[in-house]
């Protein structure tokens, strides 16, 4: 359905993307990972044809970018990240403001628009004005945009960004429905959300592709390392220094108060150690876990620069 | 077309939601109506030559150029740079439509607001009628010179707005295009070069409007600001192609 060769983005010296080429199936809700600034945006946005690439093709739905720019963006469904919208239409005078721009005959009109207002729960708020509505609605509105004129394929750039829990639920929820009938680009950087609603994932970093496959392939393909969670009471204070010297822990890092996280290479169990180590420094512990690489640790061997864990922070907040 | 008139639409409608649009037209109409006043009673004076009153109106005064060079630029300040700014743009630009269909739906909507404004005067035109007898056709002319001043006006007022992502900016722009583009033209009244002096007399905007006051229409200042118009839109929807996306 989309059909991406050797895209590449430059602007004067700086190169954005380099050459990336895939291929999104028709059906598919493929994840587009990646750190901020890796050029996810500039990618979407060329595909969309509002940004015209330095080089390389794309084909959407068999229409060539370069030959038919306006043909390409009738047949997607673009959600740009943060939805801007104008804040003096109404919902309902914005939807159809957006069904004659794409193209959408007269006599389908209504049945488009309730078709969207129902499918994206707006039918409560058509009558208001986008500008008084809440991020979460305002989100929505931006969703039944770009499903109004039946477009095979959706484009969603950072869909749940700033959304609060409930929101991002429901919106989740409407990207899996829709990706029943639709084939989808989802970019994110969100990565429980990806696990969830894609079947395929893409990373890219520094403009480049540097892992493609289903989110169960890349967990057990590409990560080195896996985490042991270790709770001590009563541990004294060289806890720390200790437990990095158990071999095969490349790092130790400090979640809480006797609370520590490990970095371990694959395959080595060092909970055995961790619990003798306890037992001879007379420290009380209260946990003890080792968790299945996710698709975090993938995500962050691949994007990170020096092949360590980054800082604690960072792991937290993905 | 239906496209290019969606979007002239949703730009009629945005002015029209805006307190903007509401104050433009109050500060016109005060405006106007003050200048009004003020040449009927100076024609009321035994003392002044007697004049069509409806051709100082249209462009006779330093006012109606004050007025124009200042409002225009009001109008059309939004257009562009606020969906740069905002990202509206990136909304509409991968909409199957073009640049020149952005441009020129934004450029009639400016342009239609600013015939508009101008629909309240029809009521000097019926006052006067009522006190005398009026000749119809340098009426005519006279808005229709109005209409294609607009035209010049709104294409600079686009085109700055094109290049700024702040309003104020684009307006201050259009300000400074609008008062080049206007003076240009008097400096045939400094030059004793003949070829130059015919050049300018084409540029020459008093000289217009006085023209189609005066009810003569003559082509060239058809010609000339439809041209000039025509050449700004191209250059902002150049700009805008340009811009996208930074």
Same mark, same amino acid.
């Not at chain 2, 051709?55 to 007025?67: A, D, E, H, V």
């Given at each position: ?14 190169? #954005? ?11 598919? #809700? ?60 109404? #919902? ?227 | ?42 024609? *009321? ?6 004049? &069509? ?112 992502? *702040? ?9 400074? &295009? ?25 540029? *020459? ?17 058809? #010609? ?23």
């Amino acid at each position: 359905m989309i059909e991406v060769q050797q895209l590449s983005k430059r602007y004067f010296d700086r190169e #954005v993307v380099r050459s990336v080429s895939f291929f999104v199936p028709e059906g598919e #809700v493929l994840g587009f990972l990646g750190p901020n600034g890796a050029g996810k945006t500039t990618t979407m946005r060329m595909i969309c044809a509002y940004l015209p690439p330095t080089s390389g093709t794309v084909k959407v739905a068999g229409v060539d970018l370069a030959e038919d720019p306006l043909g390409v963006r009738a047949r997607i469904g673009y959600l740009p990240e943060n939805v801007a919208l104008y804040p003096e239409m109404r #919902v309902e005078e914005f939807l159809r403001f957006r069904a004659a721009i794409e193209g959408v005959s007269r006599k389908d009109v209504p049945e488009r628009l309730a078709y969207v207002l129902e499918r994206c729960m707006l039918t409560d708020v058509r009558r208001q004005l986008i500008g008084t509505l809440s991020k979460g609605y305002r989100q929505r509105v931006g969703l039944a945009a770009a499903l109004i004129h039946k477009p095979p394929v959706l484009i969603l750039d950072e869909p749940t960004v700033g959304l609060d829990p409930r929101q991002i639920v429901k919106i989740r929820e409407l990207i899996v429905e829709l990706g029943r009938d639709h084939t989808v680009i989802l970019s994110t950087h969100i990565l429980p959300e990806v696990e969830q609603i894609c079947q395929r994932v893409l990373i890219i970093d520094d403009g480049r592709i540097v892992a493609d496959g289903t989110p169960d392939a890349l967990r057990t393909g590409f990560s080195g390392l896996s985490a042991v969670t270790v709770e001590l009471e009563a541990a004294d204070l060289g806890a720390e220094e200790l437990l990095a010297r158990i071999a095969g822990v490349e790092k130790v890092e400090r979640l809480a108060a006797g609370r520590f996280q490990l970095a371990v290479r694959d395959g080595k169990s060092v909970r055995r150690e961790v619990f003798r180590l306890a037992v001879e420094r007379n420290w009380l512990l209260t946990e003890l876990t080792q968790s299945v690489p996710s698709l975090e640790d993938v995500f962050l061997r691949l994007t990170t620069r020096e092949e360590t864990l980054p800082e604690a922070e960072e792991v937290q907040h993905g | 077309m239906g496209k290019l008139w969606a979007i002239v639409k949703r730009e009629l409608i945005a002015y029209f939601s805006s307190p903007l649009a509401y104050v433009v037209l109050t500060a016109f109409l005060f405006v106007n109506g003050f200048v009004f006043w003020l040449i009927v009673a100076y024609l *009321n004076d035994p003392r002044t030559r007697a004049m &069509a009153p409806l051709r100082l109106l249209f462009g006779g005064t330093m006012y109606f150029w004050l007025l124009l060079l200042f409002v225009v630029p009001v109008i059309t300040m939004r257009l562009l740079a606020e969906e740069r700014r905002t990202g509206t743009l990136e909304l509409l630009l991968t909409a199957p439509v073009t640049e020149g269909q952005v441009v020129l739906g934004k450029f009639l909507a400016a342009w239609l607001f600013y015939l508009f404004l101008w629909l309240p005067t029809l009521a000097y035109v019926a006052i006067l009628a009522s006190y005398a007898t009026i000749d119809p056709g340098p009426v005519a002319a006279g808005y229709l010179g109005i209409a294609l001043l607009g035209l010049l006006f709104a294409s600079v007022g686009v085109f700055t707005s094109s290049l700024a992502k *702040n309003q104020i900016v684009a307006a201050i722009f259009a300000f400074a &295009a609008l008062v080049v583009v206007f003076s240009v033209g008097l400096v045939e009244n400094l030059v004793t070069n003949p070829a130059l002096k015919n050049a300018l007399s084409y540029m *020459n905007l008093w000289d217009h409007m006085d023209d189609f006051a005066k009810g003569l229409v003559d082509t060239r200042r058809l #010609v000339y600001p439809v041209s000039v118009a025509g050449l700004f839109l191209f250059l902002s929807m150049k700009a805008l192609e340009t811009v996208k996306g930074r």
